[in-house]
């Protein structure tokens, strides 16, 4: 039943952006220590098109066993480059050693989309696990909004289904908009840049409405990194005297069952 729900939502003309906070590594499952290179991009991944100027991120930090590791003074500005331009974005190197889950956040500064009069700011986490054992990948970390996996995020299964849920101020978000999107174009975090388009997205964005719980579920047709975005969630509604678009990201990571 939840699989047949989505499908039926994915037809409705709901409004949808495609912006998305890309927070990227190319290794989500370590088995050794190991040095990552991250990438922030505001992008539109799922049409492999236009980058985003981003201006300094307001933090930029992980989670790991219960501590917060800031790694704002890591990043270093980088010009990102799509298919059609380049944009500022920001890079990292970041040293993993423990075991355990690793829940990368960006706050975002707010970006000003001209076409819609507003500000966006989209407050995105991924996940790394180091050798396999799970400390807290399914607890939320009290941002302003967020979306909580309810599915291990770093080895979800292709024809399976990935759930979340929406929270807002720490409470679930009923009816939230949650647009689906997956990464097109395979990043390369060496020339800074979207790969080549691999497939053709649909006409229409994909979207999903959270419950009475703010849970959604999705079915996953394909590997690759596959993005959720609750759309206007967050409790904060004006940035600068304009109307500002407070959303939640989540990044996972989907693989073939061999």
């Known amino acids: 039943m939840p699989v047949v729900f989505c499908l039926l939502v ?8 495609a912006h998305f906070q890309l927070v990227y590594s190319p290794q989500v499952l370590l088995d050794h220590p190991a040095t990552l290179e991250f990438r922030l991009v505001f992008a539109h991944p799922l049409a492999n098109g236009v980058v985003m100027d981003m201006e300094p991120p307001q933090a930029f930090w992980y989670h790991h066993k219960g501590q917060r590791v800031d790694l704002l003074a890591a990043l270093r500005t980088i010009a990102w480059r799509g298919p059609d331009n380049s944009a500022a974005a920001y890079g990292a190197s970041v040293s993993l050693k423990r075991n355990g889950d690793y829940v990368f956040v960006v706050e975002p500064t707010p970006y000003l989309e001209k076409h819609e009069d507003l500000y966006i700011q989209q407050i995105a986490k991924s996940h790394v696990n180091k050798g396999g054992l799970p400390t807290g990948w399914e607890q939320p970390l009290g941002l302003k909004t967020e979306i909580v996996p309810l599915v291990k995020p770093t080895s979800v299964l292709v024809g399976g289904t990935f759930s979340g849920q929406v929270l807002s101020g720490g409470r679930p978000v009923a009816g939230a908009q949650v647009e689906v999107e997956w990464l097109n174009g395979l990043p390369d975090v060496q020339a800074n840049a979207f790969g ?11 979207v999903v409405i959270t419950d009475a719980n703010g849970v959604f579920t999705f079915g996953i047709p394909r590997a690759g990194t596959w993005g959720f ?3 206007g969630v967050g409790p904060d509604t004006h940035y600068k005297d304009k109307k500002l678009s407070q959303d939640a990201v989540l ?8």
């Open 10 to 17: 994915l037809l409705l003309p709901l409004p949808v952006r």
């Open 196 to 206: 080549s388009s691999r497939v053709t997205p649909p006409g229409a964005a994909l």
């Open 229 to 231: 975005g609750a759309l």
């Open 251 to 258: 990044w996972i990571n989907a693989v073939e069952l061999h």
